[in-house]
């Protein structure tokens, strides 16, 4: 599965407007904090900057903050990895509670299964875009 979440790219940095944009979800990612939104009317998170909420399309969404803890909910193994990889890995969908986020896996030479406990180390450049990097929690 190489699904990619749509991103809402903005060339305004937010100015007047606490709506959360590519380029602040990047940065922040990059600063090691996981970035959401969450829907003031519905309270749904997305874990990726939207224009409006993917659950009931309101445009009152907040930046929230993510934990950086959570559990896998799917995992896929990338048999063909992209250049500057090594061998196979793992994207997985990492349900942080409030929200999800697609996440790739650095567990060495551990894979991870679904229920997993996993947390957040870093990000990862891919293409030019940073990715979640989670890895297998102790225990
Ligand atoms: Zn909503």
């Known amino acids: 599965m190489s ?11 937010g100015d007047g407007d606490d709506r959360l944009t590519y380029r602040e979800w990047a940065a922040a990612l990059r600063e090691g904090t996981l970035l959401g939104q969450e829907c003031s009317k519905c309270g749904h998170v997305t874990a990726a900057p939207k224009a409006a909420c993917a659950q009931c399309g309101d445009r ?14 799917s995992v896929t193994t990338i048999a063909v990895p992209p250049e500057r990889f090594e061998g196979d890995y793992q994207v997985a969908l990492v349900d942080l509670g409030a929200g999800r986020v697609l996440a790739r896996i650095d567990g060495g030479r551990e894979t ?11 990000a990862m450049e891919a293409d030019g875009h940073p990715a979640p990097v989670f890895e297998p929690t102790e225990g």
């Open 3 to 13: 699904e990619t979440e749509e991103v809402e790219r903005s060339s305004d940095d």
């Open 112 to 122: 991870v299964e679904i229920g997993d406990r996993v947390q957040f180390t870093n």
């Open 60 to 73: 009152e969404i907040s930046t929230t903050k993510l934990d950086t803890e959570g559990e896998v909910h």
